[in-house]
């Protein structure tokens, strides 16, 4: 009979319909089929899948799960597939699909990286970037990480109060390893190669192209084209750019950068017979790789000009013909590879250039291969990143944090609901408070779907505390309805519960208002805390508590009649 | 109006005590945790978490009692600190080394020393960084205080009621905060969202009463503050209880931390409203009165 009165009130029916669409946000219907999630760098479906697709067919067989795809771990041969509901072909050689895949999550609420586990980095420009060049940073490194291929990953920039911009990762896994290479690495490309000058009475000649330039020998230092160049020092000549590497007496030695990072043009990323190359071969004790990288015209003119008059050697081993002078290859001023270069390649342009590199065994070998491929192929970061931050959590934590949130929530209400039970001995009371404390989860919940908001460790911690006002102010608004009950002049229960409400309204301001200068503290780290909290309270003040007030006064109220 | 006595009894009786004397229990409560707080500050510093000092911290679950102490000394080479903390289902290890060791090398030396663990979890934070959050943390809490304690005057309109339920606050913070430092607990961000979420709770109670004393209508103070006690009791009392199942459930250790920080916090509110708010509101009310007289 009084629930029935209740739910003609519309303070009551806004809090039942609001909870019911919190709880639709909060669960939306199942889905089919299963979430990429990681692509090792030798599965045969790099670059056919990225993280984030869906699978939901195989060879005949729906997927639903994991396990329905691993039941293909020892196929070989065409392998058919939905991907994101078209069907594509790949063929698999060797057994093993090296992906991992997960059930996408039937909720929509998305869960921090600390409840589930993953890496989160935050790096910082060394230097002070503008907006542009931060934008220009990020994309470079979604690129570089969606060529590697490894994990799903979300950039974001953050700032903090100071105005400092860092860049946060968060990434489903990831080794501090793959991090410093992968992300924090600059990738400035360049290919070097070195011109010994003889010198003859003090003066020698460079060949440029057709162009001869006369190196007269100074004291530490040369003359060359009306330009003084000390040893070690960097200087441009005809377009190139040139450092003065080493001189004695009877030479000079000058290394030519031919190619930079804007000369690449592409990267090749799987071997394309004739084409082009990325290979992997097991060379006596190590394993080799190797692949090719199309460089830019004018880059490709360099290479000629430089090469151009070079001296060839032959190696008595093996009779072939060399130029006199490695092609270095550097990433960020580290040596990756030194090629000899053949001698017909001398003064010709050339397009292609290949990186080689040796590792003790396969894995490491390919990994380092698809690493080189992702920075090479990216580009170089506007700016130098240093990693200020990182967070490792095990994946294993999350499905028991769950577990533990769930129970920790249970006890904690049946304490809170012992405790009202002793003070009021209603049942009455009781049951609409425990009622209220959960719409007041869901609408809090379903709210953060709703705005994408992903709960965190801390958010949870502001839920706790936002329900934890919840449950203060139900306690204040029934002692405020009881207690005027011993007052000898009458006050209408709605004059108690204007009261009550004054005191609901100040103490929920005060909270706002403390909760107010987290959402800027620490790039953002317990923001979760300060949005749930706000979130709360605002929800209860507005939507949840009115409606109490008007339950417990009706419930009171037949008390009182 | 007519003067009525209540003629219920309350349910909650206090023996009559000179209240002068039971407003020294706050007052040695402030002195103390405040003298301890600025002591720490000055002296050997308070004691922080990674997340404020930078740092690496490895965390990681244990099956069996970790030997903290056997743990530390097979780390000392990268000067580690290792702590550990009991949860429902097992131990969780803490271990702290500089930002600049590498922490494949410690959880190799780890597994050498034939230790097991699992849920391994590494934080890295650059000590520049932890710096920064730390001031920038400080002048949150400071940021903070200040709107609460503007909205607070905007609340009551009146400058010393106002004036008690900030200084409560603040006295709050400063009891939690000595209280967790002297019990070992670190400050983190984590205790620190907790300290500024105590500012919300301890108001909560501070506005009860000073909104029952200074607007109800009915009886003397004594009769309107020991109403506004049973309420406010009420619900420190369920948010002890609460925070208490978190602190005993939860294996998570930012949980941990914020519901210890909270508990602390709570139960220090309860001297602070009660005694020593509430005898300030009396002289106040008090003074009023006699003015009003004269």
Not at chain 1, 115 to 140: C, D, F, H, W, Y
Not at chain 2, 173 to 198: D, P, R, V, Y
Request: proline content about 3%.
């Amino acid at each position: 009979m009084m629930i029935k009165d209740l739910l003609k009130d519309w303070r009551v029916l806004l809090v039942i319909i609001l909870v019911v669409i919190a709880a639709f946000m909060i669960f939306p219907r199942p889905t089919s089929g299963v979430t990429v999630k990681s692509i090792l760098p030798d599965s045969p479906l790099v670059e056919k899948l990225q993280p984030g697709d869906t699978l939901s067919w195989a060879n005949e067989v729906s997927i639903n799960s994991p396990e329905d795809l691993y039941a293909f771990e020892n196929f070989t041969g065409t392998f058919r597939y939905m991907r994101n509901g078209e069907l594509e072909l790949a063929q698999i050689a060797e057994p093993g699909l090296k992906i991992t895949v997960v059930k996408p999550s039937g909720s929509r609420l998305s869960l921090g990286m600390d409840l589930i586990g993953g890496t989160r980095v935050l790096l910082k420009p060394v230097e002070n970037v503008s907006e542009e060049l931060m934008a220009q940073t990020i994309s470079t490194l979604e690129t570089r990480i969606n060529i590697y291929g490894l994990r799903e990953a979300k950039f974001q920039e953050v700032n903090d109060v100071a105005g400092i911009s860092y860049i946060q990762i968060e990434m489903a896994g990831g080794s501090r390893e793959e991090i410093d290479t992968l992300l924090a690495r600059q990738g400035r490309f360049e290919a070097k190669i070195p011109k010994i000058v003889t010198l003859s009475n003090g003066s020698g000649v460079l060949r440029l192209g057709v162009s001869n330039y006369t190196v007269t020998a100074m004291d530490n230092s040369v003359k060359i084209s009306d330009k003084t160049v000390a040893v070690n020092s960097t200087f441009e000549l005809a377009g190139v750019s040139w450092n003065l590497m080493n001189m004695t007496n009877n030479t000079a030695i000058f290394v030519a950068t031919v190619f930079n990072s804007t000369d690449i043009k592409s990267v090749c990323m799987v071997e394309q017979p004739g084409i082009c190359r990325s290979s992997l071969m097991h060379v006596s004790d190590f394993w080799q790789f190797a692949f090719d990288i199309q460089v830019s015209d004018i880059g490709a003119q360099r290479f000629a000009d430089v090469t151009k008059g070079m001296r060839v050697i032959v190696d008595p081993n093996t009779g072939e013909s060399y130029l006199d002078g490695k092609i270095a290859l550097f990433l960020d001023d580290k040596l990756i590879s030194e090629l000899n270069i053949a001698s017909d390649l001398g003064g010709r342009i050339t397009k292609v250039a290949t990186i080689t590199g040796t590792r003790e065994n396969q894995a490491d070998a390919l990994t380092e291969r698809r690493m080189l491929q992702s920075v090479l192929s990216s580009g170089a970061l506007p700016t130098q990143l240093s990693v200020v931050r990182v967070d490792a959590i095990s994946a294993t934590l999350g499905g028991e944090f769950k577990k533990a949130a769930i129970i920790a929530a249970l006890v904690a209400t049946a304490a809170v609901a012992s405790i009202i039970f002793i003070r009021y001995r209603r049942i009455k009371i009781l049951i609409p408070m425990v009622l209220w404390s959960i719409s007041e989860t869901v609408l809090i919940l379903g709210t953060a779907s709703a705005i994408g908001w992903t709960i965190d460790l801390a958010s949870i911690a502001g839920l706790i505390a936002a329900i934890g006002t919840g449950t203060n102010d139900q306690i204040m608004i029934i002692d405020e309805i009881l207690l005027g009950r011993k007052e000898k002049t009458v006050y209408t229960i709605k004059q108690r519960l204007k009261r009550a409400f004054f005191i609901v309204f100040g103490a929920a301001g005060t909270i706002v208002a403390a909760m107010l200068p987290l959402l800027f503290v620490g790039i953002g780290v317990m923001r979760g805390f300060a949005i749930t909290t706000t979130l709360g309270v605002l929800i209860g003040v507005f939507i949840t508590r009115p409606a109490f007030g008007h339950v417990a006064e009706k419930i009171l109220g037949a008390e009182e009649a | 109006m007519e003067a009525h006595k209540e003629t219920a009894k309350p349910r909650l009786k206090l023996p009559e005590v000179n209240h002068k004397l039971l407003m020294l229990i706050p007052l040695i409560m402030i002195i103390a945790s405040a003298g301890y707080v600025i002591w720490l500050s000055f002296g050997p510093g308070l004691a922080l978490d990674i997340d404020l000092k930078g740092g690496t911290q490895i965390t990681a679950d244990s099956a069996s009692a970790p030997d903290t102490a056997a743990i530390e000394s097979s780390l000392k080479d990268f000067g580690a600190n290792v702590r550990s903390a009991r949860s429902m289902t097992g131990w969780t290890v803490i271990i702290e080394v500089p930002a600049d060791a590498n922490t494949d090398n410690v959880l190799n030396v780890l597994k050498n020393a034939g230790w097991e663990y699992s849920n391994l979890s590494v934080q890295t934070i650059g000590p520049a960084l932890g710096a920064s959050f730390f001031k920038q943390a400080q002048i949150a809490l400071i940021a903070a205080f200040i709107a609460m304690s503007i909205t607070i005057f905007i609340v009551f309109r009146t400058p010393m009621p106002s004036l008690y339920v900030v200084l409560c606050g603040a006295a709050d913070i400063t009891t939690a905060l000595a209280a967790s430092q002297l019990l070992g607990i670190n400050l983190s961000l984590a205790t620190f969202s907790a300290l500024l979420m105590l500012v919300g709770y301890s108001v909560d109670t501070d506005v009860l009463l000073t909104s029952r004393v200074l607007k109800g209508t009915e009886g003397d103070f004594k009769e309107r503050s020991r109403g506004a006690m049973r309420t406010g009791l009420t619900m420190t009392g369920s948010a002890i209880v609460a925070l208490a199942a978190l602190y005993l459930i939860s294996s998570s250790i930012v949980i941990t931390q914020i519901a210890s920080v909270l508990m602390l916090g709570l139960l220090a509110d309860i001297p602070y409203t009660w005694i020593m708010n509430s005898g300030l509101l009396r002289w106040y009310v008090d003074r009023k009165a006699k003015r009003a007289v004269a």
